[in-house]
C-alpha cells in the first residue's frame, strides 16, 4: 500500500494538499484499515505526507532534501546489511547475486517496472542474506518511497550498466566475505542512486519555501480525501 501510494503522489496522481482518509484508501485498495495506517506512518516518516491525530494525513510535496535524506538512511542500512551478508556468505548467496547481475544486464532498455523487479531482488537479496529479520524489514520500509520512483522512471541504458557495475563489485565484495569493502561500495552506490533521484526528479520537487506548513496541515483537501 505505501508502495502504490507514493506511486500516486510521485507521479502527481495525488496532489500536494490532498488529504488521505483511512477509510477512503482501505476501500481504494482494498484492505482494511491496519496496512492503510502503517502505510501513511511511512510516507510520513519519508516526507511525502504530513501525519495529522485522527484526521489521517495530508499530501506533502517532497523537496531534494527529502529525497537526499531517504536515500542516506538506505545507505546506512543497506551498507551494514552488505557487511553483515559478507560475514557470513555461501556459494548459493555469491552465484544468486550474480545471476541478477546478469539479468540487469540484459535489461538497459527494458520498462522500468522490469529493472525495478532485478534491483530490488539484488538488495533484498542481501538484506535478507544479512540475518537480522529487523534490518530486512527496515531497508524494506525505508525502500517503499524510492521503489515508487524508480517504477515510475526508468534508468536509462548509461544508467543500467553503472547500476549493473556497481552491483558486480557489492557481489564481489560478499563472495570475498570482505565485510568493509562490501559496507564501502554498498554505501556508495545508494548515495549514487540518490543523486540521479533528486536529478531525475527535480521538475516535480518543491523548494523549502514552497512546501505546505509541517506544523499546521494547511492545505485542500480534494480526491481521494473526500
Request: hydrophobic share 40%; aromatic share 4%; charged share 20%.
Amino acid at each position: 500500500v505505501a508502495r502504490r501510494l507514493a506511486q500516486a503522489i510521485l507521479s502527481g496522481e495525488i496532489a500536494p494538499g490532498t488529504r488521505l482518509r483511512e477509510e477512503n484508501l482501505a476501500s481504494m485498495f482494498s484492505v482494511s484499515r491496519t496496512p492503510v495506517r502503517e502505510a501513511l506512518i511511512v510516507l510520513s516518516s519519508t516526507g511525502l505526507a504530513h501525519l495529522e491525530a485522527n484526521r489521517g494525513a495530508t499530501v506533502l510535496q517532497l523537496t531534494a532534501g527529502d529525497v537526499t535524506e531517504v536515500y542516506h538512511l538506505r545507505a546506512v542500512l543497506e551498507a551494514e546489511s552488505a557487511g553483515l551478508a559478507a560475514g557470513r556468505t555461501t556459494t548459493e548467496l555469491a552465484g544468486l547475486l550474480l545471476a541478477i547481475c546478469d539479468r540487469m544486464g540484459e535489461l538497459h532498455e527494458a520498462p522500468a517496472s522490469a529493472q525495478l523487479a532485478a534491483d530490488t531482488q539484488f538488495h533484498y537479496t542481501i538484506a535478507e542474506a544479512s540475518g537480522s529479520p529487523r534490518l530486512h524489514a527496515l531497508v524494506r520500509q525505508v525502500s517503499a518511497i524510492t521503489e515508487a520512483y524508480r517504477s515510475a522512471i526508468p534508468y536509462t541504458g548509461a544508467d543500467m550498466s553503472e547500476a549493473e557495475r556497481q552491483h558486480r563489485g557489492i557481489a564481489g565484495a560478499i563472495q570475498r566475505t570482505d565485510e568493509g569493502e562490501a559496507r564501502r561500495l554498498m554505501r556508495s552506490h545508494v548515495e549514487w542512486a540518490g543523486r540521479l533521484a533528486v536529478d531525475r526528479l527535480q521538475p516535480n520537487l518543491a523548494t523549502d519555501r514552497l512546501r505546505p506548513g509541517l506544523a499546521t496541515g494547511q492545505g485542500s483537501a480534494p480526491h481521494p480525501g473526500r
